[in-house]
């Protein structure tokens, strides 16, 4: 009987024994992986952003609002009096040559005074823009007359500010605007700078053609235009991109509307990571002025909101 006893507890102390023996390398397991595990390069995660569209977007539309409302402005002032239609009467008009006579063009700057100190900044004109700052600019001729030629300096010290009065964006740069034909326009940049209401900055440069859809008469308030083209630019992380109109964008020039592109789709190529973001101007497919885009990509989409 004591015999029995001795050999269950040398049983029962093998058995606790083997059971420490595997915890304990379950434990050496455990903290061997902790510091391999620990010692590896961390896995990057690919954050997919759609900074390049949204970037581009805002780029694109101050560009586009700011030639509209100069060649508004030369088509309907005739260099004798003040405009009433997208600028205001009231913006200061200041010539250096204000006569096609002498056969070197007109050529002067547009004034829309200090920004303020308090919201909305800047100067209300009829397309909803606020504006500040000043912008020069020299034309060749009139410029409804094939050749015409319109050349917009914006220039660091002249602080030219557009947006919504809450958030207003500058553009440093030159915009040359031709009408080769009398039926479209020829519209260009190169290396414009924007910065944003936020302190991002970007560069922006383009080769598009504007067409008239529907002429509303003199100058290009009530009209409709497609815009076809490409463009370039970096965006607020530096990363450059190229952008490709691939189906027309339609502007409609009258008051809700004028702000951005009712329809039309754009494609844009990150070219650093080679991702493809694809840009719909009416993702609802209404062709409502709602101000609304979408971007697409890695098959993942996202809704955003034009200012």
């Known amino acids: 009987m004591y015999v029995n006893k001795?050999?269950?507890?040398?049983?029962?102390?093998?058995?606790?024994?083997?059971?420490?023996?595997?915890?304990?390398?379950?434990?050496?397991?455990?903290?061997?992986?902790?510091?391999?595990?620990g010692c590896r390069e961390p896995l990057m995660e690919v954050k997919e952003n759609i900074f390049s569209a949204q970037d581009n977007t805002k780029t694109e539309n101050e560009f586009n609002c700011t030639i509209e409302a100069i060649t508004d402005w030369v088509l309907t002032n005739r260099f004798n009096k003040k405009s009433e239609r997208i600028l205001p009467g009231y913006v200061q008009i200041i010539y250096n040559d204000s006569t096609f006579m002498d056969l070197d063009g007109v050529e002067g700057m547009l004034d829309f005074?200090?920004?303020?100190?308090?919201?909305?900044?800047?100067?209300?004109?009829?397309?909803?823009?606020?504006?500040?700052?000043?912008?020069?600019?020299?034309?060749?001729?009139?410029?409804?007359?094939?050749?015409?030629?319109?050349?917009?300096?914006c220039e660091a010290q002249d602080s030219f500010c557009s947006g919504s009065g809450d958030e207003m964006?500058?553009?440093?740069?030159?915009?040359?605007?031709?009408?080769?034909d009398g039926m479209s326009i020829l519209l260009s940049t190169e290396n414009l700078l924007f910065k944003d209401s936020q302190g991002f900055?970007?560069?922006?440069?383009?080769k598009r053609k504007l067409t008239l859809v529907k002429d509303a008469g003199q100058g290009v308030w009530g009209d409709i235009y497609s815009m076809e083209g490409i463009a370039s630019g970096t965006n607020r992380e530096n990363e450059m991109y190229e952008v490709t109109i691939e189906t027309p964008l339609i502007k409609k020039m009258e008051l809700g509307c004028s702000k951005t592109f009712v329809t039309g789709s754009l494609s844009i190529?990150?070219?650093?990571?080679?991702?493809?973001i694809l840009v719909d101007y009416d993702p609802f497919n209404d062709g409502r002025c709602d101000r609304i885009a979408e971007a697409e990509i890695n098959g993942k989409k996202t809704i955003y909101k034009i200012d």
């Open 169 to 180: 964006n500058s553009m440093t740069g030159l915009i040359i605007i031709n009408n080769p």
């Open 269 to 276: 190529k990150n070219l650093g990571s080679e991702k493809i």
């Open 201 to 206: 900055k970007t560069n922006w440069s383009c």
């Open 6 to 37: 001795v050999a269950k507890m040398r049983n029962l102390a093998s058995e606790n024994s083997y059971n420490l023996n595997t915890v304990y390398r379950i434990f050496l397991t455990f903290i061997f992986l902790f510091f391999l595990l």
């Open 113 to 153: 005074g200090a920004p303020g100190n308090s919201k909305p900044f800047g100067m209300l004109c009829s397309d909803g823009k606020y504006r500040s700052g000043r912008i020069r600019f020299k034309l060749n001729q009139h410029f409804e007359i094939p050749g015409a030629k319109l050349e917009l300096f």
